[in-house]
């Protein structure tokens, strides 16, 4: 089993100039949409035309945004949140597209979790950027696993997603989170760059353990807000 525990920026020097570069291409990409959407056709040639050129235009936007999120600070609001409602909001997202793949989500949460100071919004982007990869990796459906439970000295809350998929050869672990590192046909390799950075401003950690052939497991540590323990603290007044 190979574990990668992310604890260095990874975005370099040329990093920093693609983001530059991302930047520089919003605009353009902006008026390319909307002339696009302008154009009208009843030939039904060009009408799918329109549509490829419309797709491929959301892809490379997609990108783009994905990469400035990794690439500069992002404002965060933090709010005392449930993490129970995150956690299943995400799998409600998600799950046309594991029962496409024929894939079983299990849900384990247990009860009275303690609450977290988080940004309920890039929270959810991480959550959803991490099932996604599960999913990608179940090609041949199964069932994976969400938990969610406090650390034993209640100082924590750890969410893990376990799933039963490809799994990560030992040498490519390293490389996960670095900008652009993919291995998938249309993978933009910047998942799990985002959930790192997420993660990271939530005082959190993300570690990664995989075995190839057998599965990968993703495990989140978030600090548990003081004063919400499972165990309700004595009266001391
Ligand atoms: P992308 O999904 O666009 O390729 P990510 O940053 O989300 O980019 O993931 C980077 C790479 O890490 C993937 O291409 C894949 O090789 C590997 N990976 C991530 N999660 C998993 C997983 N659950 N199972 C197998 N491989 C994974
Ligand atoms: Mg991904």
Known sequence: ????LFKSDKLSAVGQLAAGVAHEIRNPLTALKGFLQLMRTDNAKE???????????QR???IVNEFLFVSKPQAIHFEVQEL????????????????????????????ELPLVTCDEHQLKQVFINILKNALEAMSGGGTMRIQAFPSEDQ????IRFIDHGCGIAPERIPKLGEPFYSTKEKGTGLGLMVCYRIIEAHDG???????????TTVEIT???????????????G
């Not at 089993?1 to 990668?4: D, I, K, P, V």
């Not at 100082?155 to 750890?158: E, I, P, Q, V």
């Not at 950690?205 to 599965?215: A, D, F, P, V």
């Not at 499972?230 to 009266?235: G, M, R």
Request: with cysteine.
């Open 1 to 4: 089993t190979e574990e990668l």
């Open 60 to 62: 490379i936007e997609f």
């Open 155 to 158: 100082k924590s809350l750890c």
């Open 222 to 236: 978030l600090p548990a807000m003081q004063g919400h323990s499972l165990v309700s603290e004595p009266y001391a």
């Open 84 to 111: 129970d409602s995150i956690v299943v909001s995400t799998i409600e997202l998600l799950q046309p597209q594991a029962l496409m793949n024929n894939i079983l989500i299990e849900v384990e949460l247990a009860p």
């Open 47 to 57: 009408k799918y035309y329109i549509e490829i050129m419309q797709k491929e235009l």
């Open 205 to 215: 950690t993300m570690k990664i353990r995989s075995k190839l052939g057998e599965g």
